[in-house]
């Protein structure tokens, strides 16, 4: 029997004449991206004659008109970008045609190279003036002043919990929540040494010390830990300091010239943070939203008097996703309650269970409804 002749699969031939036609069609399609871009803010610039106001682009900012054409995008896209790099890009895109007439301020707690920059940044896109401050209540008052527009700041952790300070804010700002951005927290070991035997102190925010916590003890038991302001002050220490690693991300490692000597140390793979955006105004449904509400009961001796107040929720099929108790700081032993509710204020099974809600407790403020983290 002959046997079969094997056939042997032919690469296909690069040429230059092929690569040149693919140049070719890539330029065509810059060119008319290009063009598209220049009309949309083109048309970016009509919206705001139609609504007038000042120019500012503050004026001309809605999250949940924002939400909704990233939505768009993620339910178009067929790759082979994924739905991250597209919504990036198109972010980046809105975010250059609002700031042509002047950027919008937004405060966040700095220094520079935190991870509260990153959120802004994911949140608004980098054509915005980020404003690094010291604290928190700084944050919360220069938007209440109106020298920024908007603020950004950490709520929780995934692995270490709420940012109390954050939550305590909103017991006496008149500030609304107006959106929310989870970012995975990626922590690197960062330094100037070439490697782990040559770190004496390991420099950090207490929280990202926490979150590395078992990595720190498995790897570097002997090393000082040393607490900081926040993770860009550990990273200016290790680049003045001999002998100083930090704990921190990509965006402090350029900051600061820094080196990774081990990256993505965190305990957890799937460690997040969820910042908050903070504004002067509640915003409107935007279709798959989140509401946040302040709450204390009347008479805390009433046996079974959190579950009363909140059953109105059940009653309405209103699902609570979350729930913190903090010091009302009015009396001693007197707390309220940070409920974070799905739907808008004004959906019309949320609204009625409200309504209930705002008789039975003492305290009651809606702190925001405001669209869903996209990503």
Not at 81 to 91: G, H, I
Not at 227 to 232: D, G, L, R, T, V
């Amino acid at each position: 029997m002959k046997k079969r002749a094997r056939t042997v699969a032919r690469k296909p031939v690069r040429t230059s004449a092929g690569l040149d036609l693919l140049r070719t069609k890539i330029d065509s399609v810059d060119e008319r991206i290009q063009a598209l871009i220049a009309e949309r803010a083109g048309l970016a610039q009509q919206v705001a004659v139609v609504k007038g106001g000042t120019g500012s682009a503050a004026d001309f900012y809605r999250p949940e008109r924002e939400v909704a054409v990233l939505r768009g995008v993620i339910s178009r896209n067929k790759g082979p970008l994924t739905d991250e790099e597209m919504v990036r890009l198109f972010r980046e895109i809105m975010s250059a045609c609002l700031a042509q007439e002047e950027p919008m301020k937004v405060g966040y707690l700095g220094p520079e190279g935190t991870f509260s920059q990153s959120a802004v940044y994911k949140h608004f896109g980098h054509s915005v003036r980020a404003l690094p401050l010291g604290m928190i209540d700084e944050v919360f008052g220069e938007v209440e002043s109106g020298a920024a527009d908007f603020g950004v700041v950490p709520i929780e952790n995934s692995t270490e919990g709420t940012v109390n300070h954050t939550l305590d804010m909103f017991l006496t700002s008149p500030l609304k929540i107006c959106g929310e951005v989870e970012m995975r927290i990626r922590q690197h070991l960062l330094g100037r040494m070439a490697g782990l035997d040559k770190v004496l102190r390991v420099s950090a925010h207490p929280q990202s010390l926490a979150q590395c916590r078992g990595w720190l003890r498995e790897f570097l038991p002997q090393a000082e830990l040393c607490p900081a302001s926040s993770n860009a002050e550990g990273a200016r220490r290790a680049r003045d300091e001999d002998g100083t690693a930090a704990i921190a991300g990509d965006a402090a490692a350029e900051v600061y010239g820094l080196a990774k000597i081990v990256a993505d140390i965190e305990d957890r793979p799937d460690n997040t943070t969820r910042f908050l955006v903070i504004g002067r105004k509640l915003l409107k449904p935007s279709g798959h939203d989140k509401t946040s509400l302040l709450l204390s009961i009347k008479d805390t001796d009433d046996a079974g008097a959190l579950q009363k107040l909140l059953a109105p929720l059940a009653d309405h099929q209103v699902n609570m996703s979350r729930i913190e108790s903090r010091p009302s700081r009015r009396r001693k032993w007197h707390y309220v309650f940070f409920v974070d509710i799905d739907g808008h204020a004004d959906d019309a099974k949320v609204a009625p269970a409200l309504a209930k809600l705002r008789k039975r407790a003492q305290l009651f403020r809606v702190l925001g409804s405001y669209p869903k983290a996209v990503l």
